[in-house]
Each structure stands twice: as structure tokens, then as C-alpha cells.
């Protein structure tokens, strides 16, 4: 751009108005930006949660066994003197060997007792073989499936063997005897945990795994060979679920340091605080804490499990602080299993890891299986040194003058880093090692708001945290709060389960039992908790009650519907939203709940909802009422009276600006069709006889292409709007409102069916297109057949349908889903497809079958079969015949190509008919009607209870899952878009900057005066003839329609950027294009003549372009005359809109205009009303009736004013006050044109004039508060197109005579363009559209021979 370098010396004065421009663009709203826009619907992926532990396990026996046999030292170990004595804390020397051997085993029990007091305790004191024997296998019987520990000592028997075998006695003590690892592993079985204290205890633990193996691999040949020895033998008990820990590795001795216990493994498992100060004293360090000596230690006040006590104290932070190694450096599953599934198993590793740090420096290395990844060096040690020096530090003076205990700061300053941590951390990094302490701290009453606060912040990053926290084993303590009746714990509690249930909704269950419901009801009724809290909990309560009987049950108990119904009112929406998704739920397949709501009217409380500004509340209202009526109790005439009042309402949505909304309407209505299933039939079954014998009169019949004639068809017959031949694309709409359906009927055009360009009939009845749903194939019901059906049901009911009551409530809600099932928004009519078809096979499988195979040919003007090869004809019988592979329908009366017959292996349902015939518009594109369904279904047809699951499973909208993802996600973070370093507030910038710029330099450009206006600065061939063009307000590309698809160009460089389909049918055309958002992220409106608007985002790009929304802009699009008010001009009129566009045939159209400012939409054509739509509530805010009689063919719009200016088809300009009452706001009208207005333009200033345009090609000026023009300009008869640029005073017209002047404000024509610069001179097409750009002086024209050019004031100007 040569601009950049005029900006680098724009002077002070320039940069103040780039500032001034920029501060515009960001106080613009954004249209369409929403989550709902830019996401999937759909609920996040469910993670697996491994938190839960699928088997919780007590150890419930302990064995103890010990070989001591005192004052014999074994042969194979030389103790050194003085050497280690104290087996659990006793000198075994100081009494009697028997009394102390029976002393040393009551304390080790005692020991053990601490950790798990409820255990059966068994000692085996000095035993032999035997003794060890009958003790396993007697634990092991008690223990049945639950686990058994084996606390072997083998200090007074040798060493363990090579071969597996560790050592007891013989009965008088006379020998040593070995006993066989493998042995004790049969005697054991699983699950068991094994502790070793003895020398070279690695040794066993190698053996073991051996054994074990050995003992896998005869297991698997006993399962293959049956016959093998080994089958017939007992099978031995696999050892998979079996833990072991040993003192020391294979090769180690026992530390003899006569200052430790001899038994240094056993006391570190099981008195590990004690063992932890006396190690502590011996370190060198200990000399910083004076005074404090092994006899102090021994008299530390308190009690172990009182946490208020120094040794109580001690205890808890030596539990948060292993717990917290263990959790960072074991792997997830591993952590799960040893420090979450057994609480005696728990404790001993956390105490195995004080053991490896103790026994690790007197070279000792303790193992266990499974193998743990050294933690002796992990910085939370040092953490754990420094408490016990604090509480060392007081003893002295605590114990000799009696002071208070101050406490440990331990909880404090971890919760602080566990802070930091969550305020200076970047996205992607490792969990915080401080989060089991989180856990702990949530014991102390003292810290627990802090902690809770800081864990809501923790679960707030993301389903990931929540996942950590789980894991941990967070759950059982948060549960256990919700019993606390402390208020200011609420806010906290509540924001903490609306996290876990938005990840892990399974935790229903464990609410409900644990009366934890109560809680959140209680929450929910409490007008004072702020919204935010109660939407929590209401959100809390939806996921209790989501699919669970026993939630339901209790909830409704605890009277939430009527505490739901009180906050339906709330000021906040997502509070609203949460609420009737909730009461959707808690009546969803429970008729108790239902009939509560009955009783409350809660439907009709319910029914405000329905228009909310707000969609996603909308859409929860209709959740909730498509739930109220799915109820599949039993009926009675109170419910069904009911369930018709709801579905009506329900009905008065069907043109709701959101396709989120438009859906879950389909899925209410598909609930009603599955409770009134058979009236459903009864109404689809009429409905298809209507179509069937219904013809639709085909463009060729009734006038030959070209003839320009009006056909006046006699007046009495409602007349349809002839279209193009039905190609199988999403269906058409020309959808009307259900009370206005009988009424508007004036259903034909004046032009009548008789002007198409040949052109334009062979392309429209191409059979090339088969796009719109993509399975299309599987449908009986193809959209073909449901639009007619959809138009046939708007007139003849009248006279034929008379006797099916034919505007009961089922037909209303079937005209409704055939009217969805022709939406322009895809997944919106898919959902409708699928239920109407799922209905038409109902009917045509069950009902009536004699009845409808008598009735002649399906479809009309069928021609003969080229082969009559391919058509077996049923005899009619009693009943339809089953369906089979080799006939390819139930009435096979439809003729159809060769080329279709199949193998009997084709798919379960038939191709459409006239795929590849050549000249397939002869054939009625008509779906055959009684093509088979799946087959299962066929099988089960008389039981309407597994059709039922058919419809209802299928369709569902992800909304209540979407919706709950808002809690799943970051709530406290900044968004995106307001963090000032993020990228997408930078790109926001860069664009800001760039429009700035744009609007800078044009307007430098248009104020000096634009003199002529004929550079060619861009011409290409575009792929389909231009019908609108729309130059991009900022960016150098610009959008050009044909009548189906829009092409986007780069002007700048010359290159098409991208071409794709806009999904209108195909005999509609697009009329009219909108930037939305242009000064941001572009998107694209379409308009098309049906009155169907479409939004695109990611086109001419490198992505796809994907439809955000669509929407049914104007209902009732009635094709219309051109006003008549003089023959002469009326002929020329006529002549110029024929020239334009023959299958338009005078129609206007869809025009828009966009207000970016406010959001509002305005929206006209071929009806009688302005409508205006507010896109960010994305509903129709106000209908202007016109007061004329023909169609609106230009609008433009003024938000400072609130003016609204219409040019309409019979010549008047109509100017309307948006602010005032439907009656008065046509504030003025300017009767002066002779004909059709082609261009009614606002301008924008406070005293902006109105300025427009006819056919004839006066230009008239005029004042809004006068009632004449103020000016008059002529220009070129016979005007076909013409735009007006906002900033230069520049008008251009485009006539059929093929050329363009370009006029200025004064009326004088500075540029004539009759010829292609380049090729040869070649003379312009007929000019079909042409558009100025809003800012630089740039004219793109496109012409009916397919050529897009762009003609600019100056080549050198960008």
C-alpha cells in the first residue's frame, strides 16, 4: 500500500483523528460474535474419570511374625559391639527372653493398632513352618476377598536364600528351617501386602516376583490344555494385587548404629514421628536447636491424632507433607492405588518414604513392589525440617516454664505459595505440588475459608484442574462440608460442586445419598445470595436431577419447583436460563414432578420465557416445555388439553431469529409426535394423499420459454407461485405464518409462470445438484415432496381435507415441522426431516395399506419406464408386503432408470429417483413415497415402543451439555478480548488502525473532488452471472452473487479468493448482501427472495466458509405486481425488470439494510411490512406496515434519526420514525416518481436529504421535513441499476441499453463507460448490478455476460 509511507509523515493533527476513528470502531457492537455463534453445540467431551476408586480395600488381618529367638545370635551375621538392640523401642536384653519376646510382639501390635485399629491381629511368636501355615491360611479364609498384611522380622534366623526361602525354627529350637516364598504366596494369596525387615530383604523380593510369574505362565497353560497335570491340580492364587516392602536392598545389611533401634525399618512404618526427631537430633544441624536432647523428644505434650498438640501437629504436617512427595513424583495410577485405596496401606508408604530417607543415609536402601522413583532429596523435606526445628525450638521453655505452643506457619505459607502459584502462573505448566496440602488444610477450621477460596480459584483454570483436585481425593472432604450450616462457606461451596458436577456429573449419586441436595435447595431459595450463587446452585440441582430417579425424587421433595418457578423472573439470564433447564429436567420421564408444575401453571409461567431477549433462555423455556408435554405417562383429556395449549404456543416460534432455539423446537415437537403418535399418522397420511394427488404445474406447460405475456389465471383458483423444476436441494421456502397460511393466498405472480430465459430453465433443472443434507437418500419424505406438501397444505385444505379436522392442533404442528423442515439454517431442517420421515414411515408401514396402494399413480406425469425391466408393480394385498432386497419399494409404481437396478447387497433404502437420467427435469423429481425404511424397523413395526426410541434418541441438541460447559471453563479469567496482551486484542488493533487509515485517506481523496471515474482497475469472469455485488468496507476484497452462490474476489491483486454455495433453493436467488461487522471480524448476510437470510463467516480465506446463522427474515414473502401508475412507464418498467431478470419477473425481491451501530436489521421486499430484527437478541423487534400496496425495492436507514426511508414499486418513497406506534410512524410519503424506485438512499449527517431514483431515471432530492423535492436531476432512461457513494456526492448509473454514466452532485456526467478496457474494446454487457465502494471512489459493475469490473478515479490510487 502506498499509504504506509504517507502515515509515517502524517503530521500531529492526523494522528488525533486516527485516535478519534479508533475509539469508533471499538465502541461498535459486534453482531453474531456470541458463544452460541462461534461453537458447536455440543457438550464437551466426557473425561474418564479415574478418580473414583472402583475398589476400596480394608486390610482387615495382620499377621505378625517374629523370629527373634533372644540372646542367639544366627550364625551368618557378626554384630558388632556395642550394635543395635532395640527391637520396637524394648531392649529384648532387659528381661527374660520369653517375657520379652511376648512384650516386643504387644508393642509391635500396638504399633500397628495406631494406623488401623479395627484389624484382627494375629502374632506368631519364634514359630515354625507349621505355626506360619495354619496362621496365613486362617487369616486368609476370614479375609475372603479383602486384603492381609505379613509383617515378617527375621532378626535372631540367617539371612534369606538365593533360592526364595526365608528362615523360622524347628519345634525345639534346635535348627533353622526354611520356609519357601512360594510357599507363603499360596498360603497368603491375593490381595495381601508383605513387609521384610531383615538383612539382604531385597533377595525375597526378587523371589517373589519370580514366583509370581511362574505361577502366571501355569495358570495359562491349565486354561489352554485342560488335559495338562497341572490343570487338574488346585490352581494356584495369581499374585498381581500384591504390595511388598523390604528394608534393604539384596546385597545390604541392617544398619548395627547402636544409637538406632535394630528394628529401624519397622519403627520408620510404624512410629514414624518418633524415629523422625531422634534422627533429626543425631544430624549436625541439630546443634542450632540448643537444649534439645533424645530425653526432651521422648516428652513432647499431646497426643499423635489431636491436631492442636505440637506432636498432633507434627503428625498432620508429616502426613500433608508425604502425602504431597508421593502425589508429585508418583505416577497418577500408581499414587491412586497405594495412597488412596486402603488406609493402612496409605500410611505405611507415606512412612516407607521417611524410611528411604532415614535408612538412606546409613547406605541402606529400602524397595518396594511396585517400585516407587526415589523421593529422598524432593524439596518438601526441607519443609518438613524446618517444622519440626519451630516446634523443637519451644520445647525447652514449654515443658520447664510452661508457655502456649505457638503453631507451625507450615499450613500458612504453603497455602500462600499454592497462591502464587495460581496468580503468576502461565497456561501450560505443571500441577502445583502444594495441592494435597490444599486437601489437609480443609481439616483445620482455622484456614478452611482461605483454602476453599484458593481451591475454587484452582478447579476455575479448566476440566483439567477439577480432574487433579478429584484425583487427590478432594471429593470425600467437600462432600463432608456441605453438613457445615457456616454461611460464609456458601458462596464458596456452592462455586466448588458447580465445577466438579460440570466435569464429573456421576457425583449425583453421592449428593443425593449424602443429603447433600439439601444444601444447594436451600442455597436456591435464599434471596439473598447473590445471582451468580444461586444460578450455581440451580445449575447444581439440573445436574442432580439430570436422568436420575432418586434426584428427582428428592428434589422434588425439597419443593424446587416451586423455589425454580419464584426466580423464572430474575433480572439475570443465565440465572433464568439454569432454571427452566432445570425444571425441564426434574419432570423429564417423572410424572410426580409434571403434575407439580401442572399445579403451579408452571407451563404457562414458563410461556414468558418464550420471548426473552435473550436465546439461550429461550431455548431452555423450550427444552423445558418439549419435556413438560414428553412425558410418557398415561393421558387424560386434562393433560392432553394441556399438551396442546403448550404445543401451540411452542408454535409461535417457528420463525425465531435462532437456529439454537429452532431446533430444540423441533425436538419439543418431536416429543409431542411421539406421545400422539397415531393422530400424527392419521395427519401425515393425509397430507401425503394431498401431494400426491396435487400437480405442480411445470414451467414448460403453460407458456413457452420467452413469452413475455402475463397468463392470467382465473381469479377463483388460488394460484401457486411457479417455480423452477424441484431439484432434490434443501427445500424451498416460501413459508408463511399458521394463521396467516389460509389467508395470503394469492399465490401467483402477475408475470405468471411464463417468463424463465431458456437459460435459466436448463440450468435450474439440472439434475447435478444433490446437495442439502447429506443423507438425503435415506429419506421417504424428500424435501421436494415435503415444500409441496408444505404449499398444497396452505390452500386445499379447504375444500378436501374438511373431515380430518383439518386445523386440529396435529395438523397445525405438522404444517409447523414441514415449515422447519424447509429452514434455511441446515441443522434445523435435518432435525425436521427427521421426524417427519420417521412419522411418514409410521403411516405408510402400518396404516391402511389397501387404501393407499389402490390409489392410482404416486406422483404425477410419470413417463414410461425406458425398460420396464426395472419395475415390479405389488398385487395390493391385505397387508403391505415386507419389504425385501429385491424390491426396492412397497408400490413400486414409480418408474425408474435402468441404471439404478443394484445388487440385493445395496444400502436398506433406495436412491432418489432420477439421479443420472439425462433429461431429468421430464421427471418429477419427486421422492417415491412408500420406499422401504431400515429393515429392523420393518421387523418391529407393530410395537410402537421401539419406533419410539427410533425418534427420541436420534434427536436431541447438545444445549443442556453446551450450556453446562460455561462452568466447566474459566469464569474468573479475563476473556480474551479484554486482555490487552492478547492476540486477539492485537489483531483487533492492527484492523482498527487499518480502517482508520482507509477512511483517512479516502476521504483526503473525495474532498479535493473525483473528476472522472472510468480506470479499469480490475476486470475478470466471474462464475455465475452478478446479481449484487458488495465491495468489503475495508479490506481489498469484494463479494459478488449469483443467483445460488457468492464469489469473492481480491481486487487489488486480481485473484479469486474463494467461490462457494449459499444453500438457497433452487428456484430462489440472492437480492441482497450485507458486511456485518466490516470494521472487525467480517462476516457476510445474504438475503434471498423466499425471505431466507443467511450469515457466513470464514470466506475468502484459507478456511471454509461456515454458516453462522440463518434465519427466516420475512415469513410471508408474497410475490407481487410493479405499481401501475402510467402505461408507458409501466411497459418500460416492465421491459427493464424482464431485461434484468426474467424468472424474477417483477418481484423486488429481499431488501435489506444494516445498522451496525444498534445491531437492528432491517428487512422488506415483496410484503406489505418493514421488519426489523434486533440481532443480538435475534428476534424480530417491530413490524412497520408500509401502507402500499406494492413492494419495497430500497431501504436505508439513519440510527441518529431513527428514520427509516423505503422506495417502493409502484414510485413513492415512504419515510418512517422507527420510535413511533405502528399507525403513526409513516412520517412521510413522495408520491413524485412515475415508476418503480430503483434506489432510495438516505445520507447520513444530521440534515442528511433523502435522494432516489426511478426507473425513468429521475433523480430526486428531497428534505424529510418538506413535502416536495428539493431538487431533480435526469439522467439515462431505462435504469437498471444504480448506487449512490456516501462521501464523494458521486451517483453511477447502469442502463439496459449497455453502458454506465457516472454523475456528480450537480447532475453533470464526468465518466461514460461503454467499453472493456483490453480485449479489443470490447462493448459492456447489460449491466446487472453495480455498487460503489463506501469509502475510496471505486465502482464495481457486473453485467450480464458474466464480467465483475472495477473502475477507480485514478490508477495510482492504491
Not at 439454517?825 to 389397501?850: C, G, H, W
Not at 483487533?988 to 479516502?1002: C, K
Not at 471454509?1104 to 409501466?1130: C, F, I, K, Y
Not at 454487457?1325 to 464495481?1340: D, N, T, V
Request: proline share 7%.
Amino acid at each position: 500500500m502506498k499509504m504506509d509511507s504517507d502515515l509515517l509523515h502524517s503530521p500531529a493533527v492526523g494522528l488525533a483523528e486516527e485516535e478519534e476513528a479508533d475509539m469508533n470502531d471499538w465502541k461498535l457492537p459486534l453482531a453474531f460474535m456470541k458463544k452460541r455463534h462461534s461453537e458447536k453445540i455440543e457438550g464437551s467431551k466426557a473425561l474418564a474419570q479415574s478418580w473414583r476408586m472402583k475398589d476400596r480395600m480394608k486390610t482387615v488381618s495382620v499377621a505378625l511374625v517374629l523370629c527373634l529367638n533372644v540372646g542367639v545370635d544366627p550364625p551368618d551375621v557378626v554384630k558388632t559391639s556395642p550394635c543395635a538392640r532395640l527391637e520396637c523401642w524394648i531392649d529384648p536384653l532387659s528381661m527374660s527372653p520369653q517375657k520379652a519376646l511376648e512384650t516386643i510382639g504387644a508393642n509391635l501390635q500396638k504399633q500397628y493398632e495406631n494406623w488401623q485399629p479395627r484389624a484382627r491381629y494375629k502374632q506368631s511368636l519364634d514359630p515354625t513352618v507349621d505355626e506360619v501355615k495354619k496362621l496365613c491360611t486362617s487369616l486368609r479364609r476370614n479375609a475372603k476377598e479383602e486384603r492381609v498384611l505379613f509383617h515378617y522380622n527375621g532378626h535372631g534366623v540367617p539371612r534369606p536364600t538365593v533360592n526364595g526361602e526365608i528362615w523360622v525354627f524347628n519345634k525345639n529350637y534346635t535348627q533353622y528351617i526354611p520356609l519357601s516364598i512360594y510357599d507363603l504366596q499360596t498360603w497368603m494369596g491375593s490381595p495381601s501386602i508383605f513387609v521384610y525387615d531383615c538383612s539382604n530383604a531385597g533377595i525375597i523380593v526378587k523371589s517373589f516376583k519370580q514366583f509370581a510369574l511362574q505361577r502366571e505362565q501355569e495358570l495359562e497353560v491349565a486354561a489352554i490344555n485342560p488335559s495338562h497335570p497341572l490343570a487338574q491340580m488346585p490352581l494356584p492364587p495369581s499374585m498381581k494385587n500384591c504390595i511388598q516392602l523390604a528394608a534393604c536392598e539384596a546385597s545390604e545389611l541392617l544398619p548395627m548404629n547402636p544409637d538406632l533401634p535394630a528394628d529401624l525399618f519397622t519403627s520408620c512404618l510404624t512410629t514414624p514421628i518418633k524415629i523422625a526427631l531422634r534422627w533429626f537430633c543425631m544430624q549436625k544441624s541439630a546443634k542450632l536447636v540448643p537444649g534439645v536432647t533424645l530425653d526432651l523428644i521422648e516428652k513432647i505434650p499431646g497426643r499423635l491424632n489431636d491436631r492442636r498438640t505440637p506432636l498432633g501437629e507434627l503428625n498432620w504436617i508429616f502426613t500433608a507433607i508425604t502425602d504431597t512427595i508421593a502425589w508429585n513424583v508418583l505416577p497418577r495410577d500408581l499414587f491412586q492405588k497405594l495412597f488412596r485405596q486402603d488406609l493402612l496401606v496409605a500410611s505405611l508408604f507415606r512412612n516407607f518414604l521417611l524410611a528411604e530417607r532415614i535408612m538412606r543415609s546409613y547406605n541402606c536402601t529400602p524397595v518396594s513392589s511396585p517400585r516407587l522413583p526415589p523421593t529422598y532429596m524432593h524439596a518438601m523435606w526441607q519443609a518438613w525440617d524446618l517444622a519440626v526445628d519451630i516446634c523443637l525450638s519451644q520445647l525447652p521453655t514449654i515443658i520447664e516454664e510452661g508457655t502456649a505452643f505457638r503453631h507451625s506457619p507450615f499450613f500458612a505459607e504453603q497455602l500462600t505459595a499454592f497462591q502464587v502459584w495460581l496468580t503468576m502462573g502461565v497456561e501450560n505448566r505443571n500441577p502445583p505440588e502444594q495441592l494435597p496440602i490444599v486437601l489437609q488444610v480443609l481439616l483445620s477450621q482455622v484456614h478452611r475459608l482461605r483454602a476453599l477460596d484458593l481451591l475454587g480459584r484452582f478447579l476455575d483454570l479448566g476440566p483439567w484442574a477439577v480432574s487433579l483436585a478429584l484425583s487427590v481425593g478432594i471429593f470425600p472432604y467437600v462432600l463432608k462440608l456441605l453438613q457445615s450450616s457456616a454461611r460464609e462457606l456458601r458462596p464458596l461451596l456452592v462455586f466448588i460442586w458447580a465445577k466438579i458436577l460440570a466435569v464429573d456429573s456421576s457425583c449425583q449419586a453421592d449428593l443425593v445419598k449424602d443429603n447433600g441436595h439439601k444444601y444447594f435447595l436451600s442455597v436456591l431459595a435464599d434471596n439473598y445470595m447473590p445471582a451468580e450463587h444461586r444460578t450455581m446452585a440451580v445449575f447444581i440441582l439440573a445436574v442432580i436431577v439430570n436422568s436420575y430417579n432418586t434426584g428427582q425424587e428428592a428434589c422434588l421433595q425439597g419443593n424446587l419447583i416451586a423455589n425454580c418457578l419464584e426466580q423464572l423472573s430474575d433480572p439475570h439470564p443465565l440465572l433464568r436460563q439454569w432454571v427452566a433447564i432445570c425444571l425441564g429436567r426434574i419432570w423429564q420421564n417423572f410424572d410426580p414432578a409434571r403434575w407439580c408444575g401442572v399445579r403451579d401453571s408452571a407451563h404457562e409461567k414458563l410461556y414468558t420465557l418464550l420471548s426473552d431477549p435473550i436465546p439461550e433462555v429461550r431455548c431452555a423455556a423450550v427444552f423445558a416445555l418439549g419435556t413438560f408435554v414428553g412425558n410418557s405417562a398415561e393421558r387424560t383429556d386434562h393433560s392432553t388439553t394441556i399438551d396442546h395449549n403448550v404445543a401451540m404456543m411452542l408454535a409461535q416460534l417457528i420463525n425465531d431469529g435462532s437456529p439454537v432455539v429452532r431446533k430444540e423446537l423441533v425436538v419439543a415437537l418431536s416429543h409431542l409426535v411421539v406421545q400422539y403418535e397415531s393422530n400424527f399418522c392419521t395427519v401425515a397420511l393425509q397430507f401425503i394423499e394431498e401431494e400426491k394427488n396435487y400437480t405442480v404445474p411445470s414451467p414448460a406447460n403453460t407458456a413457452e420459454p420467452g413469452n413475455l405475456t402475463p397468463v392470467r389465471d382465473s381469479p377463483a383458483i388460488p394460484r401457486l407461485r411457479s417455480v423452477n423444476s424441484y431439484t432434490n436441494i434443501r427445500a424451498a421456502t416460501t413459508a408463511r405464518n399458521l394463521n396467516k397460511s389460509l389467508q395470503n393466498l394469492n399465490l401467483n405472480e402477475e408475470g405468471g409462470p411464463a417468463a424463465f430465459s431458456p437459460g435459466n430453465l436448463s440450468t435450474s433443472s439440472s439434475a447435478s445438484s444433490t446437495l442439502g443434507s447429506p443423507d438425503n437418500d435415506e429419506y421417504i419424505l424428500s424435501f421436494e415432496t415435503i415444500d409441496k406438501m408444505r404449499r398444497v397444505s396452505s390452500y386445499s385444505s379447504l375444500n378436501s381435507l374438511i373431515g380430518v379436522s383439518f386445523n386440529s392442533v396435529y395438523t397445525q404442528i405438522w404444517r409447523v415441522l414441514l415449515h422447519l423442515a424447509a429452514d434455511p439454517f441446515p441443522e434445523v431442517s435435518d432435525l425436521a426431516m427427521k421426524v417427519l420421515n420417521s412419522i411418514a414411515y409410521k403411516a405408510t408401514m402400518n396404516a391402511r395399506p389397501q387404501r393407499i396402494l389402490d390409489s392410482g399413480s404416486l406422483t404425477q406425469s410419470a413417463p414410461a419406464s425406458p425398460t420396464s425391466k426395472g419395475t415390479h408393480i405389488h398385487q395390493a394385498g391385505g397387508s403391505p408386503p415386507m419389504p425385501s432386497t429385491s424390491s426396492s419399494s412397497l408400490t413400486n409404481e414409480v418408474p425408474k432408470p435402468p441404471a439404478r437396478e443394484q445388487p440385493a447387497t445395496r444400502p436398506p433404502y433406495t436412491p432418489t429417483l432420477g439421479g443420472q437420467a439425462p433429461h431429468s427435469h421430464q421427471f418429477p423429481r419427486t421422492r417415491k413415497m412408500f420406499d422401504k425404511g431400515p429393515e429392523q424397523a420393518a421387523e418391529d413395526g407393530d410395537e410402537p415402543g421401539g419406533h419410539r426410541n427410533y425418534i427420541s434418541a436420534a434427536l436431541q441438541t447438545g444445549l443442556c451439555d453446551w450450556s453446562a460447559k460455561y462452568f466447566a471453563q474459566p469464569v474468573m479469567k479475563i476473556p480474551e478480548e479484554h486482555d490487552l496482551e492478547s492476540q486477539v486484542r492485537m489483531e483487533r488493533q492492527w484492523r482498527f488502525l487499518r480502517n482508520a487509515r482507509v477512511r483517512r485517506h479516502s476521504r483526503s481523496i473525495t474532498q479535493r473532488g473525483v473528476s472522472r471515474l472510468d480506470d479499469q482497475i480490475f476486470i475478470n469472469r466471474n462464475p455465475g452471472v452478478p446479481s449484487v455485488v458488495k465491495f468489503h468496507p475495508f479490506n481489498t476484497c469484494i463479494a459478488v452473487a449469483d443467483k445460488d452462490s457468492i464469489c469473492f474476489w481480491d481486487w487489488e491483486k486480481g485473484e479469486r479468493l474463494d467461490y462457494f454455495y449459499n444453500g438457497n433453493p433452487r428456484y430462489t436467488r440472492i437480492t441482497a448482501m450485507e458486511y456485518l461487522n466490516g470494521h472487525d471480524c467480517s462476516l457476510l448476510l445474504t438475503a434471498t427472495d423466499d425471505g431466507a437470510l443467511r450469515i457466513w463467516k470464514n470466506f475468502a480465506d484459507q478456511k471454509n466458509p461456515e454458516m453462522v446463522t440463518a434465519w427466516q427474515g420475512l415469513s410471508d414473502m408474497l410475490p407481487t405486481t410493479r405499481g401501475q401508475p402510467s402505461s408507458s412507464a409501466h411497459s418500460l418498467a416492465r421491459r427493464v425488470s424482464i431485461y434484468l431478470d426474467r424468472s424474477k419477473q417483477g418481484g423486488a425481491g429481499m431488501v435489506v439494510d444494516w445498522e451496525q451501530e444498534t445491531g437492528l436489521l432491517m428487512t422488506s421486499g415483496d410484503v406489505r411490512v418493514i421488519r426489523i430484527w434486533d440481532t443480538d437478541r435475534e428476534m424480530k423487534v417491530q413490524d412497520i406496515p408500509t401502507g402500499a400496496d406494492s413492494c419495497v425495492t430500497s431501504l436505508s436507514c439513519d440510527s441518529q434519526r431513527s428514520l427509516i426511508v423505503a422506495g417502493l414499486g409502484d414510485g413513492s418513497v415512504r419515510v418512517f420514525d422507527r420510535r413511533m406506534g405502528p399507525n403513526e410512524c409513516r412520517v412521510m410519503t413522495y408520491r413524485e416518481h412515475g415508476a418503480w424506485v430503483v434506489k432510495a438512499h438516505l445520507q447520513k449527517e444530521t440534515d442528511g436529504h433523502i435522494i432516489s431514483v426511478s426507473v425513468n431515471g429521475d433523480v430526486r432530492f428531497f428534505e424529510p421535513r418538506t413535502p416536495d423535492s428539493i431538487n431533480v436531476l435526469q439522467t439515462v432512461k431505462g435504469l437498471t441499476a444504480l448506487d449512490i457513494h456516501p462521501q464523494a456526492n458521486l451517483f453511477a448509473c447502469g442502463s439496459m441499453n449497455q453502458f454506465i454514466a457516472v454523475y456528480n452532485a450537480n447532475g453533470d456526467v464526468i465518466s461514460n463507460i461503454k467499453y472493456y478496457d483490453g480485449f479489443m474494446g470490447q462493448r459492456i454487457g447489460a449491466i446487472s448490478c453495480l455498487a460503489f465502494h463506501p469509502h475510496w471512489p471505486h465502482l464495481a459493475v457486473g453485467s450480464n455476460d458474466y464480467y465483475m469490473s472495477i473502475y477507480s478515479a485514478e490508477k495510482r490510487l492504491r
